[in-house]
């Protein structure tokens, strides 16, 4: 057996790059002087914030004219911030949450997301790539690469975005090709041993098309060391391949065409022990005390001790076609795609290494308890869009929308213990008609009202292989759904426009399809999920463009809000999955936005939500592990139950903000130039269960992170020295009570993501 090392330390070498970076900076002459003479030299009152265009209403405008609450990163913000994983997006938009997990990492905006394992159902938070959204929300959790603007929508936008919108969208935008030949080649290297490069290259091919080209590979040791095996997990390898087409065959025709490729796999994620009690028995049998050497439980524990490593692979292939025909004062929009995504995983359900089949056998086998299983989905997506020029006091767009998706999911558990074993299919077909008006009422008030007419056939069919005589369940059903959106907005001065909004979202009835799936579950899917929500904004520019404050507050009523929670089965003693429907909730808050350019070289910029995210009615509810009489369980025949109303939803934070400035700055007399940013962000404790366990909860952290980039535009290169979560600050993406497993012991796991743990590392880029 292999002995384990614990993860190394930050490089020499890589500390001395960075430290010998500041000495040259001020050997440079980069002195505090210095940068105030350069602000003052560079405030020049035409360098102010540049107008944002968004397409949160399915046309291009200026953020700062669409009464919607929107977050929004650019091309070279994502750069400066390094915005490279999905989860990243965090860093910007505070509404936003993400919870990991082995296989329903998930999104959440203003405290309301949907985490679940079954492929039956969606999620309230839509992500859409390049118009085309993807099936199951864990593929979003990618490598971001030659993006050009994220979109973080908040609030339903089921009108113009479908129905599994109900809680928000989260758009991105890839970079088009360029009308002269370009390109960037980029190496990245981190003291937590990942190494990654990217490279690009757009340019015409002829007089009427033009090209882009994007690959990248990354490879990232694990951050977590297995004692048992020597093995370094939760790291990855990732590659990516897209390729894109503009073309205009006519003069009033342009078509777009994008192939996509991306995969990942690696060990992970594997949680880590948080605490472990004395008395944990795994099935009577095995003292988990006794397979803890090497390892120290805690929020400090970046060490596991397993004897499978958890490991998965997602591979992914997306093929769209978009056309925009020009028709005098109108644009009708097509937009056809196909997508393929793969994923496979495993995990050690006890988080141990332990001999499990021999002890219970008392047979010379061994083994964990081991879970896990492929899924596949397809879908097949057809959006035509008629638009009116924009040019008049009344613009409208008209839309139809059709989807067919399929998934298929096998699973397994054991070897001898919470056996599972089972495959499923399921399918969903969608077909809707959508519209949206805008009037303007005089010149400085303007009326948005928009409808959608939306029809779902959604269909399973469940092989139970694990009982002595295999059974199969099938079930299938439809269902009509109307949304629709209103909202008024006016502008109250130069550069400052208030609007209000209602707009009401929707989120199809979904199958539990999971362990115990049965007849009755078949039958009787959950039920759909509505939101209605009332929004009131400003949105507001000062000082000649130099400075923006953007504020929002809202509303949100959920009816049916669909949530899946781990429990034990009573009649069979199984640890099973259940699909709950939660009779009411309500999310409400404040969110604030502010950007302050006072010099050209300076950039300062907040983001600030404060949500209050409340289960409003929710009876017979289960309880969770080790809950009493006094704390509100009570037992209604066999079943023990808590009423959760006045209760928060899991992973909802009710502060969250960010704080950052960006710095650009001459180095000497010459070409270079550097820029420095630096950003904070904060969050208040949240409890990762719907059901409220006091164990799981992740109290309030702040992380730092900064960048110093030097580089010669003339020359086309530039090096960045950043460093991650500076004062290593360790936090939890997950908290996980194991008390099921561990015979009534309450065994706390946490899920820790890359960036709980300080890293920092050097990118040097190349443009031509």
């Not at 017979?620 to 037992?635: D, I, K, L, M, R």
Request: glycine share 10%; charged share 20%.
């Amino acid at each position: 057996m292999k002995s384990y090392s614990a993860p190394t330390a930050t490089p020499a070498y890589l500390r001395r790059t960075v430290i010998a970076t500041a000495i040259a900076l001020a050997g440079l002459g980069v002195s505090p002087s210095v940068l105030a003479q350069e602000a003052a030299r560079r405030d020049d009152p035409g360098e102010a914030l540049q107008s944002v265009i968004v397409t949160a209403q399915k046309r291009a405008e200026p953020m700062q004219k669409t009464p919607v609450a929107i977050n929004t990163v650019d091309a070279k913000a994502i750069e400066n911030q390094r915005i490279v994983a999905f989860d990243d997006l965090t860093r910007v938009a505070p509404s936003m949450t993400v919870t990991q997990n082995s296989t329903n990492s998930s999104v959440s905006l203003r405290g309301v997301g949907t985490q679940s394992v079954s492929i039956g159902v969606e999620s309230a938070v839509s992500v859409i790539v390049d118009d085309v959204p993807v099936v199951q929300q864990l593929q979003a959790f990618a490598n971001l690469s030659d993006v050009e603007r994220i979109e973080v929508l908040r609030g339903p936008q089921g009108t113009l975005f479908g129905k599994n919108a109900a809680a928000g969208v989260i758009n991105i935008v890839t970079k088009e090709s360029s009308d002269y030949l370009s390109g960037s080649v980029q190496a990245t290297l981190t003291s937590d041993h990942e190494k990654r490069v990217e490279a690009s290259v757009s340019g015409p091919m002829g007089s009427h098309a033009g090209f882009r080209l994007n690959a990248y590979r990354a490879r990232r040791d694990g951050y977590i060391g297995n004692v048992a095996d020597g093995a370094r997990v939760n790291g990855e390898n990732a590659k990516g391949l897209r390729a894109r087409l503009d073309w205009q065959p006519l003069a009033d025709l342009k078509l777009r065409l994008i192939a996509d490729f991306a995969e990942r796999d690696g060990l992970g994620p594997n949680p880590v022990y948080l605490s472990v009690p004395a008395g944990a028995m795994l099935f009577g049998q095995i003292d988990l005390s006794t397979r803890l050497q090497g390892l120290a439980p805690g929020a400090d524990n970046f060490a596991i001790r397993q004897d499978e490593n958890g490991s998965f692979k997602s591979t992914q292939g997306t093929f769209s076609v978009a056309a925009n025909w020009q028709l005098g004062r109108h644009v009708l929009t097509s937009i056809t795609s196909y997508q393929d995504w793969k994923f496979d995983y495993t995990m050690d359900l006890d988080a141990a290494d332990v001999d499990l089949l021999g002890a219970l056998t008392r047979g010379a086998a061994h083994g964990g308890l081991v879970a896990g299983g492929p899924f596949r989905s397809t879908m097949l997506t057809q959006e035509l869009r008629l638009a009116s020029s924009g040019g008049g006091n009344l613009n409208y767009l008209a839309g139809l929308y059709y989807a067919n998706a399929g998934s298929d999911r096998a699973y397994h558990r054991g070897p001898v213990a919470f056996l599972a074993n089972w495959n499923a299919h399921a399918d969903n077909r969608t077909s809707a008609v959508f519209g949206q008006l805008d009037y303007k009422m005089r010149n400085d008030t303007r009326l948005v009202a928009g409808m959608r007419a939306n029809h779902q056939s959604i269909g399973v069919a469940f092989n139970e292989l694990q009982l002595a005589t295999p059974a199969r369940y099938t079930g299938e059903t439809s269902e009509n759904a109307v949304t629709g959106k209103l909202s008024l907005q006016r502008d109250v001065a130069k550069d400052v426009m208030v609007f209000g909004s209602f707009s009401t979202g929707y989120k199809g009835s979904g199958y539990d399809i999971s362990s115990g799936f049965n007849q009755s579950r078949a039958d009787h899917p959950a039920a759909p999920e509505k939101s209605a929500s009332f929004e009131l904004g400003i949105k507001s520019r000062f000082l000649n463009n130099r400075l923006q404050l953007n504020a929002t507050a809202f509303l949100t009523d959920y009816d049916g809000f669909q949530a899946q929670s781990v429990i034990i089965d009573s009649s069979t003693g199984l640890l099973n999955l259940r699909l709950n429907n939660v009779g009411k909730l309500r999310t409400q808050g404040v969110e604030l936005e502010a950007a302050y350019k006072p010099a050209r070289a300076w950039l300062f910029e907040a983001a600030a939500a404060y949500t209050d995210a409340t289960i409003r009615s929710f009876p017979n509810a289960n309880c969770y592990p080790g809950q009493g009489a006094e704390q509100g369980c009570v037992t209604i025949g066999a079943v023990r139950v808590q009423d959760l109303a006045g209760r928060k939803l899991p992973n909802a934070p009710r502060l969250k903000g960010t704080l950052g400035t960006t710095y650009d700055f001459a180095v000497g007399d010459g070409d270079l130039r550097g820029t420095a940013n630096l950003n904070y962000q904060y969050q208040s404790k949240v409890n990762f269960d719907l059901f409220q366990n006091p164990l799981t909860v992740q109290g309030g952290y702040g992380v730092v992170n900064g960048s110093l980039a030097l580089g010669d535009s003339q020359r086309g290169y530039k090096v960045t020295f950043f460093a991650n979560n500076l004062f290593d600050k360790s936090y939890a993406a997950n908290i996980g009570d194991n008390a099921g497993v561990f015979g009534g012991v309450h065994v706390l796991t946490a899920t820790l993501p890359r960036n709980a743990r300080r890293y920092v590392g050097m990118r040097v880029k190349y443009e031509f």
